[in-house]
């Protein structure tokens, strides 16, 4: 018999949102302190079009150390065409994860939508002298340049 939490993915390979939630907050109830079984249901409530940014912003305080919630704040700011909340938060996630190259992703992308290249340049940078094989840096660097129409520069990053 598979888990709950394979029941759950499953579900949502399926994009079986509705169900899956049901899967997720029966796992919450037997595990409250969860937050990736958390973060699993309020992607499914995004999905179903009930997610909200104050359910992230709930459950990054209730979760500090959970840098996903953090990250997921940062993209609906973004989604929701509110740069420079974005940009305040993703550097505050800079500050509270140090170290952490994802949070120089997330800072270069909200750059990079508010047509400060240079600056998302940077950050891109910054991100992979954490870790150089950060696939998600190269290909965010690579499209910024291909936007720009800098095509044998994007062509390097792919």
């Known amino acids: 018999m598979p888990s709950l939490w394979e029941q759950a993915q499953e579900c949502e390979e399926r994009r079986a949102w509705k169900e899956a939630l049901s899967y997720y907050q029966t796992m919450m109830a037997l595990e409250p302190n969860n937050p990736v079984v958390l973060h699993r249901k ?7 079009g009930e997610g909200n940014l104050s359910l992230l912003e709930d459950a990054a305080k209730s979760f500090p150390d959970f840098e996903l919630f953090h990250r997921d704040c940062v993209a ?33 992308a909200v750059y990079s939508r508010m047509g400060q290249y240079k600056r998302a340049e940077e950050s891109y940078r910054m991100a992979l002298s954490l870790q150089p094989n950060a696939q998600d840096a190269w290909f965010n660097w690579a499209n910024m340049l291909l936007e720009r129409q800098q095509y044998a520069q994007a062509e390097e990053h792919y």
């Open 76 to 108: 609906i700011l973004l989604h929701e065409g509110k740069k420079e909340q974005a940009l305040e938060r993703a550097n505050r996630n800079i500050l509270n994860f140090n170290g952490n190259y994802d949070m120089w992703i997330d800072c270069g």
């Open 42 to 48: 309020i992607r499914c409530l995004f999905q179903m």
